[in-house]
């Protein structure tokens, strides 16, 4: 979204509030973003001490907001659906600064429930369960924003960076930066079952913290005669190549994930992750199966037997696999960074046409 700002306005500062113990503080001043934080921590989904811990957090962190509010001065503020969401976006609007929000998934999460009633503008992911939303002012369905180097990422040019020859159909598995267990062990499952075909390649990214253990098991199977081509990564820095590469692809149902898969016309078959808040990476998912673009399997069900089963089935039907494809292009929206932006900017012009310098918190 910020990369999508920048693109439209030029002369924009962009100024990014997140956790004090957050993945952003590695991310976003890597990225070239001024970061600010916050000691806001996660609401417990049960009655505990930690209720005491989050009321004191949030209260510090709505003082911190305040402060950074006055400091910077912003035009509009937006937030992403995180906890340093909850604090900003109060604040601004309080303050009568113009708030956006956008929620990625399907599911509302709870912050953005409680700051749809407050927010100026409310853009969604998906049209589903917008009566979860408290009384929107304006509501629009934008998609999810995605990165301009995972939709430029060019096939050719990607198997150069990962190494890789032009092969045959390529088959794609990851379950985010850490891994996934479950994902994991039903490839080394599948293994046997794959190693005499010659037709299929499959990129698995284990994940930095299964990598190695993922790693030796495989190491312990594989034979010099083995015919299926297979390729494991602890980690892929741009996801763009790793997409590029592939024909179909084998993860979890986050929303970051689906947009990226949808917006690069990639067939998947997805395993939500089941302990996702509502759910919500199943009816993520379900999206993209009633759109004929992803296969489900349930993290329950999903095996070694069943990994090799459904890949098989898709791989070795490549009539299948094109109307798939198809499908996650009509449900893909590669332009949602470039609309929300638009969005936000309107927002902000409504009540700040007379600055000609953006700043957007």
């Not at 030796?216 to 199977?221: G, M, N, S």
């Not at 005669?225 to 494991?232: A, G, M, P, S």
């Not at 149902?253 to 949808?262: D, F, H, Q, Y």
């Not at 399997?297 to 494809?325: C, G, W, Y």
């Amino acid at each position: 979204m910020a990369e999508a700002l920048k693109g439209i306005t030029g002369g924009l500062d962009v100024v990014w509030v997140g956790c004090d113990s957050g993945l952003e503080e590695q991310v976003v001043p890597a990225a070239g973003y001024k970061l600010e934080t916050l000691p806001i921590r996660s609401l417990p989904r049960k009655p505990s001490l930690k209720v005491l811990s989050f009321a004191g957090s949030l209260a510090l962190s709505l003082v911190r907001a305040a402060s950074l509010t006055k400091k910077h001065k912003p035009d509009v503020v937006v937030g992403m659906g995180g906890f340093a969401s909850y604090p900003m976006v109060l604040v601004a609007a309080r303050r009568g600064c113009p708030t956006v929000i956008h929620e990625q998934n399907a599911v509302p999460g709870l912050t953005n429930r409680w700051l749809s009633k407050r927010a100026d503008f409310v853009a969604l992911a998906y049209d589903d369960n917008q009566q979860m939303l408290k009384s929107p002012k304006n509501v629009e369905v934008v998609g999810n924003p995605v990165r301009s180097a995972v939709l430029a990422a060019d096939r050719s040019e990607s198997l150069k960076k990962l190494g890789l020859d032009k092969g045959p159909v390529t088959v794609l598995v990851f379950g985010g930066s850490r891994g996934a267990r479950k994902i994991n062990q039903a490839v080394v499952g599948a293994y046997d079952d794959f190693r005499d075909d010659r037709n299929l390649r499959i990129v698995h990214i284990a994940g930095m913290m299964e990598h190695d253990d993922v790693k030796a098991q495989i190491d312990k199977i594989k034979r010099p005669t083995d015919k299926v081509k297979y390729h494991l990564f602890p980690y892929v820095q741009e996801m763009g190549a790793a997409y590029a590469v592939a024909d179909l692809a084998v993860t979890r149902a986050g929303a970051s994930t689906v947009a990226e898969l949808t917006a690069r016309g990639l067939p998947s078959i997805l395993i939500p992750y089941p302990y996702a808040t509502d759910n919500h990476q199943f009816v993520n998912a379900k999206n993209l199966e009633k759109a004929g673009a992803a296969k489900i399997i349930s993290n329950e069900d999903f095996n070694a037997d069943q990994f090799h089963k459904t890949v098989s089935n898709l791989v070795h039907n490549p009539e299948e696999l094109k109307k798939m494809r198809e499908r996650a292009v009509r449900f893909g929206r590669p332009q949602a960074a470039q609309d929300l932006a638009a969005i936000i900017l309107r927002i902000a012009d409504k009540t700040h046409t007379e600055k000609g310098r953006k700043n957007i918190s």
